[in-house]
């Protein structure tokens, strides 16, 4: 009977260690689990800022050139309307020193 309580007794205690042992197991995995989301979290950030940053740098390039060519339309515009100005000009010069000489 005594011999069956330590077997018991001493099952008992390597039941006991088997499940503190499982335990500190389940805690380093859980710790390395963690670290590793850690990780990719923090990968996934600076995923984003890069992609933000292209994105940024995209819209600067897009907003320069639109910017670029709507500066060469204005200068066209411009140009058209000064030609046309002069050209009123001419005519106007035209017509009056033509009803001068009359």
């Known amino acids: ?19 503190a042992e499982a335990h500190k197991e389940a805690q380093r995995m859980l ?3 963690e670290a590793k ?11 984003i800022q ?6 940024m740098e ?4 897009e907003t320069e050139s639109y910017i670029s060519a ?3 339309e204005n200068e066209r515009l411009i140009q058209g309307i000064q030609s ?3 050209q009123n000009m001419d005519g106007a010069v035209k017509f009056i020193v033509a009803k001068i000489m009359e």
């Open 1 to 19: 009977m005594v011999e069956v309580l330590k077997t018991v007794n001493q099952a008992e205690q390597e039941g006991q260690q088997l499940v």
């Open 31 to 33: 710790i390395e689990a």
């Open 37 to 47: 989301k850690q990780e990719l979290n923090d990968g996934v950030k600076k995923q």
């Open 50 to 55: 890069e992609i933000e940053k292209k994105c």
């Open 58 to 61: 995209t819209v600067k390039v």
């Open 70 to 72: 709507l500066k060469q």
């Open 84 to 86: 046309n100005a002069i």
